[in-house]
């Protein structure tokens, strides 16, 4: 499995990134799974363990509004998250994602 995400602030009729003076304005929470199972390469986080079928994984734990720079009235925070998912089996992310991943029991060995 990979994710990625994507996070916009529309202010007004303006699209706006989410860092003011370098500081973000929203800061997710992530989960210690996240932290500690996925590895990041060209805009993917790439799942370390391998989930049996029904199992599902908590990517975020939440958000918080931290810097108050735009009017809540007027402005929308937006985060999406992307997802794919492939068959476990050794060479199905070469083949689709291009990355070699080596799997062993339950965990992924990716190289990025």
Known sequence: M????????????????NMHN???????????????????SEGWYYYKKVL?????VVILESIEK??????????QYQLDFNYEVLQAENGAASKVWGK???????????EL
Request: hydrophobic share 30%; net charge negative; charged share 25%.
């Open 2 to 17: 990979r994710v990625s995400y994507n996070e916009i602030w529309y202010n007004s009729d303006d699209i706006v990134n």
């Open 22 to 40: 370098g500081t973000p304005i929203v800061e997710k929470n992530w989960s210690e799974e996240f932290v500690n199972n996925f590895e990041y």
């Open 52 to 56: 049996s079928k029904g199992e599902s």
């Open 66 to 75: 931290v810097v108050d720079v735009y009017n809540e009235s007027t402005s």
């Open 100 to 110: 070699e991943a080596s799997i062993e029991g339950s965990s992924v060995e990716w």
